[in-house]
């Protein structure tokens, strides 16, 4: 059976993007013809784009982005 991934790629604090991938995996289920699996990118405890802020405004809250988008550190 064919297996589709619903992707759910925001980590931010205060995501939305997660009532909606949810809504699409019970839209997702009523079909027959595939098997349906959400991941959500922030399961895997990855230090990518974390922080409530872009990274471009150079206000950083966790040190790992600091270091991964400016050469200065506070």
Do not use: N
């Not at 349906?36 to 471009?56: C, G, K, M, N, Q």
């Amino acid at each position: 059976m064919t297996r589709i991934a619903i992707v759910l790629g925001s980590t931010r604090p205060g995501r939305l993007g997660k009532a909606v991938a949810d809504w699409v995996l019970l839209r997702a289920a009523e079909r027959a013809d595939a098997r349906f699996e959400l991941l959500d990118v922030a399961d895997f405890d990855l230090p990518l784009l974390d922080e409530p802020l872009p990274p471009s405004l150079g206000k950083h809250e966790q040190g790992h982005t600091c270091l991964l988008y400016t050469s200065r550190c506070v």
